[in-house]
Every structure is written in C-alpha cells, then in structure tokens.
C-alpha cells in the first residue's frame, strides 16, 4: 500500500520523496503552466530554457520526470539523452511544438511515455505529470529489485549457479545430478545454500523472481543472462 503524506511516498518502509518535475521549454507561459501542475501534484520543480549540460534531473531525490518542447529534443542534443542514460527511470512527456505539425523521428526515438499538444488543458497537464512520476517510481522501485537479485546472485558459487539455473528451468534434483555427474545428495545441499543466499523458501518463488529480472532487464534493453561470480568457492563435492 502506498501512503501519501506532504510531499513524500511511503513504498512499504522506505521514504520517497513525491517527484521532481523538470521542464525543458522555450515558453514563459509553458513553464509556469508546468510549474502550478507540477504544485497541484505536490512534486517539486525545476525550469530549464533549453537543455543544459547537466540537466537538474541528475540530482534529483527519488522519482523524477522530464517534459520537453518537441523542437527541442528534434534538435539533436545529446544532453537528454545522456540524462536518459544516468536515470534510466527518468520518463519522458513531449509537449508538441507549435511550429511542428508531428513529432520528429528524433522525438520518437527517445521512446515518450506520452506526446501532448501545444498547451495542453491544466488537468490533462496534471494527469501526464502524475503518470510520468508514477511510472518513475515504477522504474525505480524495479530496478531496486534487479539490483539487489543480481547482489545476492554475485554470492553464488559456480556450482550454485549452475543449480539455480537448472532449477528455475524446473528440472528435478535426479535430473540434475546426471547432467552435473554428482550425487543428488550434492545437489540437495546445492539447492538449499542457493536458497539461502537467494533468501527465498523454494524453487517456486525463485523461478517467479528470475523470471521478473529477465523482464525488466528485456524491457530497459539489458542483457539478461547467467552471469558467473567474480570469484568462486566452488568445491569438489560429488
């Protein structure tokens, strides 16, 4: 359940703050439009006339969110797109420029979460920036879960690691034990320090777990695969 208090989130025990809003627009009028919807969300603020060398958003606290002018992002710097890489929970909401009938290819291939019209009403303004920062928290708290999946996968053994995939692959202990020529009795402690290191009771939700970092790994464009740990302390057992 999430509970919402001033301008913080509480996500289970942890404090997030509610979001930072950052506009990239030419347009006096445009920004203070931004700025009392970004308020009405109870997110804070930051204004830029044109892409700086580092964008606020870098140094943001918790979820954050860009709005651009289509024309600027169209114009080809890089700088949001280096932001895009060092906040890769960072969405992104285009505002159509008025001198632009479409959006660019350049504008589509930074992947928006959504395109808006040139001045958008104030409550659709407010939607947009409440489903940017809701999709930011989303990113983030996702990312936290790959992270700490893949930490606690870095502790394995070779050995270990070899068990875990076979297992997520639902194959049973007698199956494994042939292909890995070793006892099942190897395999059985195998599994449990798995378990243990992977702090889960069972095969089920391990399976359920890796299968959830292969999906965001896939949708933020990451190779997901077995990686082996940088060191091992992988015995002879048999």
Request: aromatic share 4%; hydrophobic share 40%; glycine share 6%.
């Amino acid at each position: 359940m999430t509970l919402i208090a001033g301008n913080f989130l509480s996500v289970g025990q942890q404090q997030m703050p509610r979001g930072t809003v950052v506009i990239v627009h030419p347009c006096a009028n445009v920004q203070a439009q931004v700025a009392d919807a970004a308020e009405a969300e109870g997110a804070g603020f930051a204004r830029c006339h044109a892409a700086p060398e580092a964008l606020p958003v870098d140094h943001a606290e918790g979820p954050a969110c860009i709005l651009a002018d289509s024309k600027v992002l169209s114009s080809g710097d890089a700088t949001l797109d280096r932001a895009s890489q060092r906040r890769q929970e960072t969405p992104l909401i285009v505002l159509q420029s008025e001198s632009q009938e479409t959006p660019s290819d350049a504008v589509w291939r930074r992947s928006p979460l959504m395109v808006l019209p040139p001045r958008p009403a104030f409550d659709r303004l407010r939607i947009a920036i409440r489903n940017g920062l809701c999709e930011s928290r989303r990113r983030f708290v996702d990312r936290q879960f790959v992270e700490s999946f893949r930490s606690s996968m870095s502790k394995l053994s070779n050995n270990e690691l070899t068990v875990m995939q076979a297992v997520c692959e639902g194959k049973l202990n007698k199956q494994i034990a042939k292909e890995l020529g070793v006892s099942i009795r190897t395999v059985e402690q195998r599994r449990r320090q798995v378990f243990a290191k992977m702090d889960v009771m069972s095969a089920v939700p391990l399976a359920a777990r890796w299968a959830t970092v292969q999906t965001i790994e896939r949708f933020r464009g990451v190779h997901s695969g077995w990686s082996s740990p940088a060191t091992s302390n992988d015995t002879c057992d048999v």
